[in-house]
């Protein structure tokens, strides 16, 4: 009974989701219950249906076999193709020994697709692995690189060696951590939004946020040695740039809080460190 239950629901299964997709979620152990219950319930056929049309004889005696044992015996044989010729079937029986033997080759079949699958899995789970540590490791790596330009303008800016036009294209040096913030806004959002995406360890997140707040206090360092230089008014090119910036990371704290991927302890202190850069940055860019 709990077979033919089981049968049942992978046939509603089937017939809610779709042929190929209840394919695709099958597991090894579905595929051997459906497996025993075809030839278990083959086999009970094959005792129950026993007459002059249809029958099974031993080839040693040449007698009908007459118990349930020896009709699922047969049953399982010719499933597994294996045919070791001791039983034989006669009359309409024949059909369904061929058929069950087709049935043998298609579960077979099945079978080897799925370890298949399962090894393509694997391979395909190690290759994102290395994707996905490579875009973290590019996000930390453009980071750094943002700083280190705003340090050596910020130097410049000191010495007065900086050039009046390269003051006129801030902005060029103030693109790209919105470009790094927007890429980094999208790897979160996916990790909070979907199961099948990885998200980023706590150690990666804990330095992407670091290191989104060591930008900051490199952006406000160049604020303040601009206004030490009188060459402020250069700020309200980037204004609405760096509006967007705080915008995008104060959504990126936020999602680092949803995926929990932080220790309390360790996001609070990050949210203080936050608050304090962003409300400084703040003041500069609004400053009248």
């Not at 033997?101 to 298609?106: L, M, R, S, W, Y």
């Not at 008014?233 to 991927?261: G, Y």
Request: charged letters at 25%; aromatic letters at 10%; hydrophobic letters at 45%.
């Amino acid at each position: 009974m709990r077979n033919v239950k089981e049968l049942r629901n992978l046939l509603e299964t089937i017939k809610s989701q779709g042929f190929e997709a209840w394919l695709d979620e099958l597991t090894f152990l579905r595929i051997f219950l459906i497996w025993i219950t075809i030839i278990v319930s083959l086999g009970v056929l094959y005792f129950l249906l026993a007459n002059g049309h249809g029958y099974l004889t031993n080839t040693a005696t040449e007698e009908k076999i007459g118990t349930l044992t020896d009709a699922v015996y047969f049953s399982f044989i010719t499933a597994t193709t294996t045919g070791f010729g001791d039983i034989i079937p006669h009359g309409f029986f024949k059909v369904m020994a061929i058929l069950e033997a087709i049935f043998g080759f298609i579960l077979l079949a099945l079978v080897t697709s799925k370890i298949i699958a399962v090894k393509q899995n694997t391979i395909l789970g190690e290759i994102y692995e290395i994707s996905f540590n490579e875009r973290v490791n590019r996000l930390r790596a453009s980071f750094l690189l943002f700083r280190q330009d705003l340090t050596r303008i910020t130097n410049k800016i000191e010495e007065n060696t900086l050039h009046r036009r390269e003051l006129k294209d801030l902005h060029i040096y103030i693109a790209p951590l919105e470009d790094a913030l927007s890429e980094t806004f999208f790897l979160f959002q996916r990790a909070t939004k979907s199961s099948f995406v990885k998200s980023i360890d706590p150690l990666n997140t804990e330095l992407i946020l670091h290191s989104i707040l060591n930008s900051y206090e490199k952006i406000n360092e160049l604020v303040e040695t601009m206004q030490q230089k009188k060459v402020e008014e250069h700020l309200k090119a980037v204004k609405e740039t760096l509006e967007r910036c705080i915008s995008i990371t104060e959504k990126i704290f936020e999602d680092a809080r949803i995926t929990k991927e932080v220790e309390v302890e360790k996001v609070q202190g990050l949210e203080t460190q936050k608050r304090e850069v962003l409300e400084i940055l703040k003041k500069h860019i609004h400053k009248k």
